[in-house]
């Protein structure tokens, strides 16, 4: 029942987005839509909590992890949405956009947010992947939203690797199926099946299909050496599209690779898939570390800074043990405050009309919350004490410590050094004087509260888990 | 269906790989891309006469008017509108991805993929050419530097996967088979939009001439 509410009422605001006119109608029906979502996703979670894998039908499943990242595309989706709404109307009033491409901003959005739901839920390996698939076509034409040649290149990027990436995925999906060759074949083939009959599984085969899987879905993940299009997309893409991309999205397809190296652990030694995560992992640790002292553009540091850590949730599922509870954790914390840290970027380029850093200066005067926001969600996000992130990296960290020291170590320089490429350039944007063609002063409290309650959220959460929340997180990483 | 006339459709499929990497015309590539899918359609249409199972013929005939038909006419009717006859842009000159297209197929061949080509042992050949045809549709989207070769790169190592599963044993069930057809004509739906506007903002649809992302 929770999830055909979720399902029924975004589809029923795509319609209501492509036949309604009115835009305050639009924005009421997706407002609604992923509200309903948010506290269906509530009450999921609950009951994942309570008795275990909710599967209302055949076709689909939830999990303690999939119940957590239907948490985060929920409460990111409605932020996401309310900011959307605000920040639109900004760019309405300022000949940015016009009437009948909010219609098609809303529908696009709604469209995301339905497809990440289905594959976070989706019961079939390849249902699955028809839903990833369905979120780069949504997703297509938000990041080429602004119909510049720029957003343009980025989107065919990003169109072009994903779809490639994505096949590759499809054909390691397709050679997991060898394990279901004593079935029908025209059988529903679940997770669970899978995960079953993994014995029969050639172990040559389950690695190779690992490599095809972990180089399709990581490109969507954003993994080095896969990432190239994740920079240019996520920051040519509206600052809300961003928030959603960077913070749930790559969440999504990583949860994907994670369902699979279940079922490679259980054929071929756990090392395997481990060594190949901490590689990964590590490596988009590294690349990021060495670009981001030379970036110019504060949406492109936030994207490079979502592979940092999409890199270190790789590291921590890949170290096992307490790595796998930092990652989990890692996973929900990113989420919020990428999110922030990206719906604040919004507001700030609303402001000074510019993504380039050099061109941000007194950015804490001119836009005391707003500013105040992205530079608490800097430091966040780069793992200062007392943040939920510190604790996740150090939980991360400290289970590497036990099996690889020297990757841990590495990763601790790495972390340092891309901590001061951030200081950098953020310092630079907080402080200075403020140029005299910006105005000072916050305008629009619809701008400011959608990005503030994920801060808080986010900070209480930092503090304080909720018993529901500390059961899936606790059952989550028992099982991967 | 005849064991010859398997090889023949896997053969075709092989073929028109290696045709498009050699074709100075977009209309040549658009064209083996029909003839390639083609192919895949009488090697599903394979599996309804062997199966009997009528949902498979709707699979065949989706798959008919997808990609032998809408494809080939969406990609002609592009090349009319932007006049791009000609794209024989590479990265690699022709001798050099005579070469890369050999040691690609020698690879499909070779031992380190034994345990994929030989998921079914009778069918090792066929599925080595699957795979090539693979690897051929990547080095395809790698080396040409215009759009619509990507498309139909990427179109083409659907193709490859569809007929690797079928000498699996890996097909899907036709429910999926169609889920995933639909996926396919929104994506190809969305890549002829992307290919005019790329036309309309660059002049061109050669992908060194978009650099507004540098700097």
């Known amino acids: 029942m929770e999830l055909v509410l979720i399902f029924s009422s975004l589809l029923i605001a795509v319609l209501v987005c492509l036949f309604v006119k009115r835009r305050i109608v639009v924005e009421c029906a997706s407002l609604l839509a992923v509200a309903i979502a948010l506290v269906e996703s509530i009450l999921v979670a609950l009951r994942v909590a309570a008795h275990g894998e909710y599967s209302p039908h055949v076709f689909f499943s939830v999990d303690a992890l999939g119940a957590l990242v239907m948490l985060i595309i929920s409460i990111v989706g409605c932020a996401t949405v309310g900011y959307s709404i605000a920040y639109l109307r900004k760019e309405t009033a300022q000949n940015v956009i016009g009437q009948r491409r909010v219609r098609q901003y809303f529908i696009l959005l709604n469209l995301f947010l339905m497809a990440m739901f289905l594959a976070i839920t989706a019961n079939h390996p390849i249902f699955a992947w028809i839903a990833i698939e369905a979120t780069t076509l949504a997703t297509a034409f938000l990041i080429s939203f602004y119909n510049k040649p720029s957003a343009m290149e980025a989107a065919w990027k990003y169109l072009v690797i994903n779809s490639v990436g994505l096949l590759l995925g499809f054909f390691g999906t397709l050679l997991y199926f060898t394990a279901m060759h004593s079935l029908d074949g025209n059988e529903f083939v679940s997770w669970q099946m899978l995960l079953q009959n993994a014995a029969f599984l050639d172990p040559l085969i389950a690695k190779i299909a690992f490599i095809f899987v972990l180089i399709g879905y990581g490109t969507k993940v954003g993994l080095a050496p896969m990432h190239t299009w994740l920079p240019d997309a996520h920051s040519k893409a509206p600052a809300p599209i961003s928030a959603l991309l960077s913070g749930v999205l790559l969440n999504v397809a990583l949860v994907v690779v994670l369902r699979f190296k279940l079922i490679t652990d259980a054929v071929v030694e756990p090392s395997f898939s481990q060594i190949l995560l901490i590689v990964l992992g590590l490596l988009s640790i590294f690349i990021v570390a060495l670009i981001m002292l030379t970036q110019n553009n504060y949406k492109r540091l936030l994207a490079y800074s979502s592979i940092e850590n999409m890199g270190i949730m790789s590291l921590g599922f890949g170290f096992g043990g307490l790595g796998v509870v930092g990652a989990i954790m890692h996973m929900m914390y990113h989420a919020l405050i990428k999110s922030t840290l990206f719906l604040s970027a919004g507001t700030i380029f609303l402001r000074y009309h510019s993504t380039k850093i050099a061109k941000i200066r007194g950015m804490l005067t001119a836009l005391p919350v707003s500013g105040a926001l992205f530079f608490i969600g800097f430091l966040a996000i780069t793992g200062t004490p007392p943040f939920g992130i510190f604790f996740s990296k150090v939980l991360i960290v400290t289970g590497g410590m036990h099996v690889h020291p020297m990757m841990s170590a590495l990763a601790l320089v790495l972390m340092a050094i891309l901590f001061i490429g951030f200081f950098k350039q953020v310092s630079a944007m907080a402080f200075g004087d403020v140029p005299t063609e910006v105005e000072v002063g916050e305008k629009n409290i619809w701008l400011i509260l959608p990005p503030l309650a994920l801060l808080v959220l986010f900070v209480v959460l930092s503090f304080y888990l909720p018993p529901f929340l500390s059961t899936l997180i606790r059952s989550a990483a028992s099982h991967y | 269906m005849n064991h010859a006339l398997i090889q023949f459709f896997v053969a075709v499929v092989f073929g028109t790989m290696i045709f498009s990497h050699l074709t100075k015309k977009n209309f040549g590539a658009s064209m083996a891309y029909g003839v390639q899918s083609l192919a895949v359609a009488a090697l599903l249409f394979g599996s309804f006469l062997e199966t009997q ?113 079928i000498f699996a044993g890996l097909e899907q069930s036709p429910a999926l088979q169609l889920g995933i057809l639909f996926n396919i004509f929104i994506w190809l739906m969305i890549a002829q939009v992307f290919i005019s506007m790329l036309y309309k903002h660059f002049g061109s649809l050669n992908i060194t001439s978009m650099q507004s992302l540098k700097g």
């Open chain 2, 53 to 165: 199972n009528k949902l498979i013929l709707i699979v065949v005939i989706c798959a008919l008017i997808v990609k032998v038909v809408m494809a080939p006419l969406f990609f002609s009717r592009l090349i009319r509108k932007h006049a791009l006859m000609f794209s024989a842009s590479t990265y690699l000159n022709t001798p050099l991805t005579l070469i890369a297209i050999a040691i690609l197929t020698f690879i499909a061949h070779s031992q380190k993929f034994a345990a994929v080509t030989g998921i079914v042992p009778a069918n090792q050949a066929l599925l080595s050419l699957a795979l090539a045809a693979m690897f051929l549709s990547l080095f395809l989207i790698v080396n040409r530097k215009g759009a619509l070769s990507h498309i139909i790169g990427i179109l083409s190592l659907e193709n490859s996967i569809v007929v690797f599963t």
